[in-house]
T-cell receptor, first 115, second 112 residues
Framework: NAGVTQTPKFQVLKTGQSMTLQCAQD?????MSWYRQDPGMGLRLIHY???????DQGEVPNGYNVSRSTTEDFPLRLLSAAPSQTSVYFC??????????????FGPGTRLTVT | GENVEQHPSTLSVQEGDSAVIKCTYS??????FPWYKQELGKRPQLIID?????GEKKDQRIAVTLNKTAKHFSLHITETQPEDSAVYFC???????????FGQGTRLTINP
């Protein structure tokens, strides 16, 4: 099992460009999420999904879109990149029951720089 | 919404001593409290978690305690070793919510 995979590992964008960060998991997890990690601020939830066709916003959703067409994939789209979106992005997946979360399995991360 | 505060932001201990990291949460309906360890340049990984119906949980040198009245939970690492050096994050989730809120992290350094 590959677990949670993310591509690309590194990316440099110019302000105003758009791009999609890819995330895939092979553990048949219904729950998937995206976090951004900035120094001194921990991990902040951007968007999450409890199953195919279902997505919801986290703490910092502005400037990002997601969709979930399959159980395996959960791409994160930056619509118009801004320097404030420079960060390390982690995708995670887990088993889920109504009202209960379980261990989050994180991908290796994508380091994004916006100039 | 839920807020999680973590202290201290940095902690340095001698090898063999104990380390304690504390977190407080704001939502009394919180019911799940995991701890993640992140080594430099790596992804976060779960080291221990506890649910609100349990007051303490141990796994070898690691333990987590939960005080629901005071709304705080703590990570205890005993007999620390150099490989315990990392950033540790606490998190909380509350009943009905399908999301985790993380603390700001504690950089733990074990001095030989």
């Amino acid at each position: 099992n590959a677990g949670v995979t993310q591509t690309p590992k590194f990316q440099v964008l110019k302000t105003g460009q758009s791009m999609t960060l890819q995330c895939a998991q092979d553990m048949n997890h219904e729950y998937m999420s995206w976090y951004r990690q900035d120094p001194g601020m921990g991990l902040r939830l951007i968007h999450y999904s409890v199953g195919a066709g279902i997505t919801d916003q986290g703490e910092v959703p502005n400037g990002y879109n997601v969709s979930r067409s399959t159980t395996e994939d959960f791409p994160l789209r930056l619509l118009s990149a801004a320097p404030s979106q420079t960060s390390v992005y982690f995708c995670a997946s887990s088993y889920v029951e109504p009202g209960h979360l379980y261990e989050q399995y994180f991908g290796p991360g994508t380091r994004l720089t916006v100039t | 919404g839920e807020n999680v505060e973590q202290h201290p932001s940095t902690l340095s201990v001698q090898e063999g001593d104990s380390a304690v990291i504390k977190c407080t949460y704001s939502d009394s309906a919180s019911n799940y409290f995991p701890w993640y360890k992140q080594e430099l340049g790596k992804r976060p990984q779960l080291i221990i978690d506890i649910r609100s119906n349990v007051g303490e949980k141990k796994d070898q040198r690691i333990a987590v305690t939960l005080n629901k009245t005071a709304k705080h939970f703590s990570l205890h690492i005993t007999e620390t070793q150099p490989e315990d050096s990392a950033v540790y994050f606490c998190a909380a989730s509350w009943k009905g919510a399908q999301k985790l809120v993380f603390g700001q992290g504690t950089r733990l350094t074990i001095n030989p």
